[in-house]
């Protein structure tokens, strides 16, 4: 009998909650994308992102250098990582697994893989070649949207969905825990300079508000700024980094997305 090769468990954060433990994960099952395949060009056995959310799923963002022995392991090169890539999409396509979307995220903020345009024009050709009408589209940060070549690397894609949870760099400060050059204002302007995009704002209470009338209406005025094409707000539905926040209601939500959609004339949906 021929012994059977077991899996290691994932890796969980500081939350508890598991990282994803593949550069190709899912499909995951939504409403809004069917079955949707994420790419992560992460590491898999910690969080990478230069961003510390107090909501993040995935627990605290471990500080590179400072726990050197939960960060290791080393970022792959983008040979491997299509490689890696590559074997799954053929697995998937031998088991005849259906593909809604294709979104890149993973563990942590994706546009810090440091070949991440030829990443992308990478994954656009395997996505060309296995599932040619595929939309392929990205979770992100919004922090490196300003560097030249993540901007031209976005603008390849079908879908980019932005981070902005705040529109004064305190509220930004407090709720995202960016790393220490992370610049509101520039991140602003930088999304205002990119075509057809979604951004997506998560709102909660409790150790830490972003939901105060006060920090709404700077957060619309950011959004009119950078008149995406449209806007999902929402708040936690699996365990937080910090678990003094807590999740905004459902009425709140709702009434947050009609003062942005009034004020701003920009679509503002609750994304659940
Ligand atoms: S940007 Fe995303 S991955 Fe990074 S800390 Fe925030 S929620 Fe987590």
Redesign the pocket.
């Known amino acids: 009998m021929k012994a059977l090769i077991e899996k290691k468990p994932p890796v969980l954060g500081t939350n508890g909650f598991p990282l994803q433990d593949a550069a190709v994960y899912g499909p995951i099952h939504s409403r809004r994308y069917g079955c949707s395949l994420g790419i992560n060009p992460l590491p898999i056995t910690y ?1 990478f ?5 107090v ?4 627990g605290w ?1 471990p500080r590179l250098g400072n726990d050197a022995k939960r960060t290791n392991e080393k970022l792959k090169s983008l040979a491997v990582l299509m490689s890696e890539i590559e074997t799954s999409f053929q697995k998937m396509k031998a088991e005849n697994a259906p593909v809604d979307a294709i979104t890149i995220a993973g ?3 994706p546009t810090l893989y440091p070949s991440f345009l030829e990443f992308v024009t990478e994954l656009l050709r395997l996505r060309d070649h296995y599932y040619p009408k595929v939309r392929v589209g990205i ?1 992100s ?1 919004s ?1 490196q949207c300003h560097r030249p070549e993540i901007k031209k690397a976005l603008g390849l894609l079908d879908e980019r969905c932005m ?1 902005l949870d705040g529109g004064d760099s305190q509220t930004v400060r407090g709720i ?2 960016p790393a220490g050059n992370f610049d509101l204002e520039k991140t602003i302007k930088a999304l205002s300079k990119l075509s057809d995009v979604t951004i997506q704002s ?1 709102f909660v209470w409790g150790s830490l508000d972003n939901t105060q009338p006060e920090q709404i209406g700077r957060w619309a005025e950011a959004i009119h700024r950078v008149k995406p094409a449209s806007v999902q707000v929402y708040t936690i539905d699996r365990p937080p ?1 910090d678990s003094g926040v807590k999740a905004v209601s459902l009425e709140r939500l709702r009434e947050i997305a009609a003062f942005c959609q009034k004020t701003t004339g920009i679509k503002t949906e609750v994304f659940d």
Do not use: H, I, M, V
């Open positions: 969080k992102c230069d961003f510390d959310c909501y993040c799923q995935y963002t563990n942590g903020e979770l940060d922090s981070k995202n825990k998560l980094a």
